[in-house]
């Protein structure tokens, strides 16, 4: 591809699923793994396309990408991912997250260790520390959340009434209750990340109110082969209140290792 490339949108069937896949760009192959709130294609990925064969695939049930019955688990989706990259021909990535997709790519990670070159995870979910409180993003209505996800609460997106919401967006908040509803964090998630040596870049908002900076320190800790990055005057999603600072530290951290074979 080249840099005039047009993005590139194709639907692929993976185990009965219909996925949408996003691509554009030349260099390493770099999965993104998208947060709750949804797919798709924005201006932080874009940035990354000079840099790397950037990947943005809807997950299962998210956007406009379907979920059978079954898929219901986070494990379930980092299996998805396996068989989603032997459908596109990919034997290793890098992988960068958000949230939700940090978690998934955590798992990942645990499950598929040798498919992946390094991680950059923004704010991940999946874990859990007692006496530090989080928000249950189920305890308030999607209006409410939106406020609490940045420092700078004015680029918070103003969302329409329930009733004229568009259709992906109710569909992301199914599809992540299916997921988070009845456990929203896994209990064995941190004690098995010590075999995970994937190098990895912890990076996380300061002013994070959804996960507090504590949990990616702990997450940082567990890991052997982490490092863990704080962004000032940020929240929930960095790579929406802070792209440029992020995509820095997403270049210089990967071609730290863009000389591997993939």
Avoid at 77 to 85: P, V
Wanted: hydrophobic share 40%; with cysteine; aromatic share 8%.
């Amino acid at each position: 591809m080249t840099d005039q490339a047009e993005t590139k949108e194709q639907w692929l069937k993976v185990n009965g699923n219909e996925v949408r896949v996003i691509r554009k760009g030349e260099g390493p192959p770099l999965l993104w793994l998208h947060g709750a709130n949804g797919g798709g294609w924005n201006d932080f990925l874009e940035a990354l396309t000079s840099h790397f064969d950037v990947i943005a695939p809807d997950h299962p049930g998210f956007n406009q990408s379907s979920a059978d019955k079954s898929m219901d688990t986070i494990e379930d989706m980092a299996f998805h991912y396996r068989d989603l990259l032997d459908k596109l021909d990919l034997s290793r990535v890098h992988i960068a997250a958000s949230s939700l997709g940090a978690w998934i790519g955590l798992q990942f990670a645990l499950t598929h260790e040798h498919r992946v070159l390094s991680m950059v995870l923004c704010n991940a979910a999946g874990i859990n520390i007692p006496g530090v409180r989080s928000i249950d993003p189920f305890s308030m209505t999607m209006h409410e959340l939106a406020g609490q996800l940045f420092y700078d609460t004015a680029k918070a997106p103003q969302l329409p009434p329930l009733d004229s919401m568009p259709i992906e967006m109710l569909r992301n908040r199914s599809m992540h209750a299916r997921l988070m509803w009845e456990k929203g964090y896994d209990p064995k998630l941190l004690p098995r990340l010590n075999g995970v040596h994937t190098p990895a870049l912890i990076v996380w908002g300061e002013a994070d109110r959804l996960i507090p900076p504590e949990f990616g320190e702990k997450l940082a800790d567990a890991m052997p082969n982490a490092e863990f990055m704080l962004m000032e005057k940020t929240g929930h999603l960095p790579y929406v209140e802070a792209p440029e600072a992020l995509l820095e530290a997403v270049i210089a951290f990967i071609q730290q290792y863009e000389k591997q074979e993939v």
